[in-house]
Structures are given as structure tokens and as C-alpha cells.
């Protein structure tokens, strides 16, 4: 594994630091007026979700780690697991539902995501950016309402609430995009 000074820490690198793996969330370079330079940094666990504030200087030494991406189709969910196949080599793995957290929603049939893995370990799985989703209830449309920059709440077909522009009308498809997990566009 590379070792990499303090001072070189970047956002979105993963680190091995105290037996963990964490990815830098956020990176502050400070120069006090006395004293050395150091970096500020926030971490999050990539197991467990826990936060860490460290400070880094330039003469210290971390891990930096390597992820293997893979890209996996979903198949199916059973008891909380969800099941992936390497489109690959066809072999299978489940994985708890909460890897996915609030994004859970959004996984559909046969769609292709990204497995980060360190090692045989798999540590976070990224949705495709934009997923096409069915509005199954909201408001009607109300002509001329269309000038005003305002939002009403819908519902989609998988359950999740968002708010869509006011021209949006039931049972049509719209565009969601998962990491903001705001309406993008019609489909």
C-alpha cells in the first residue's frame, strides 16, 4: 500500500488509519502563525458510518487505499440481502440492504450499480446517477401556475416523497436524480 504525507490528503481519498478504513470527507490546510503546517481533516468510517476529526502533518505518514469497482446487476432481495451479479464472471453476492441506506428505494430489477471492494470485502454501492421513476400520486395540474418558481410534494411508485415542478401531472414519468434525490427531469 502507498504511503502518502499528511499534507497530501485529498477529498474522496480512503485511508487506513487507528485499524479502520475511512474516507476523507473533508480537508482543511491550516497554517498557524507558530508552529508547523497541518491538515485538518474529517473522516468517515466506511464499515460503520462514525465520524472522525484528525489532524495530519506533513511529516506524518497514512495508508492510502485502493477500492476495486466492479460493476454488479441486481437480481433480486430476500430477508434484507440483496443479491448482485458480476456481469462478468456470473458469480453472485448478497449484500444487507443498508449498504444503500435512504438510496434503497431507488434500486430497481436488473439495473447495473458500482461495488466498491477492499479486498473480498464489499464497503459501498453507488446507484447510476438519474433513475426514470412513475409518479403515482400528487396534485392536479393547475393551468397558468407555471410562472411562479414553486414545488409540489408527489409520491412515486416506489414510496418515496419528493417535490416536483407544478406541471408535473399523476402517472407520469419523471427523471429522479439519487444522490440529491430531487426530480431532474421528465422522462
Given at each position: 500500500m502507498p504511503k502518502i504525507n499528511g499534507n497530501e490528503i485529498r477529498p474522496g481519498n480512503i485511508l487506513e488509519h487507528d485499524g479502520g478504513l475511512w474516507a476523507a470527507v473533508k480537508v482543511d490546510h491550516v497554517k498557524p502563525g507558530k508552529g508547523g503546517a497541518f491538515a485538518q481533516v474529517e473522516l468517515r468510517n466506511l464499515r460503520n458510518g462514525s465520524k472522525l476529526n484528525e489532524r495530519f502533518r506533513s511529516a506524518d505518514k497514512v495508508e492510502r487505499v485502493r477500492l476495486d469497482q466492479k460493476d454488479?446487476?441486481?437480481?433480486?432481495?430476500?430477508?434484507?440481502?440483496?443479491?448482485?451479479?458480476d456481469s462478468e464472471t456470473f458469480d453472485q453476492i448478497a449484500l444487507p440492504a443498508e449498504?444503500?441506506?435512504?438510496?434503497?428505494?431507488?434500486?430497481?430489477?436488473?439495473?447495473?450499480?458500482?461495488i466498491e471492494y477492499y479486498g473480498e470485502e464489499?464497503?459501498?454501492?453507488?446507484?447510476?446517477?438519474?433513475?426514470?421513476?412513475?409518479?403515482?400520486e400528487t396534485e392536479p395540474v393547475v393551468k397558468g401556475q407555471t410562472a411562479a418558481n414553486s414545488f409540489k410534494p408527489a409520491?412515486?411508485?416506489?414510496?418515496?416523497?419528493?417535490?416536483?415542478?407544478?406541471?408535473?401531472?399523476?402517472?407520469?414519468?419523471i427523471v429522479v436524480n439519487t444522490e440529491t434525490m430531487e426530480y431532474s427531469e421528465r422522462a
Open positions: 454488479q446487476q441486481f437480481l433480486f432481495e430476500t430477508d434484507g440481502m440483496l443479491t448482485f451479479m449498504l444503500l441506506g435512504e438510496r434503497r428505494p431507488f434500486l430497481q430489477d436488473g439495473m447495473t450499480v458500482h464489499a464497503l459501498n454501492v453507488t446507484l447510476p446517477q438519474k433513475v426514470t421513476c412513475k409518479v403515482v409520491v412515486l411508485d416506489n414510496g418515496v416523497r419528493i417535490t416536483v415542478p407544478p406541471f408535473v401531472a399523476q402517472d407520469e414519468s
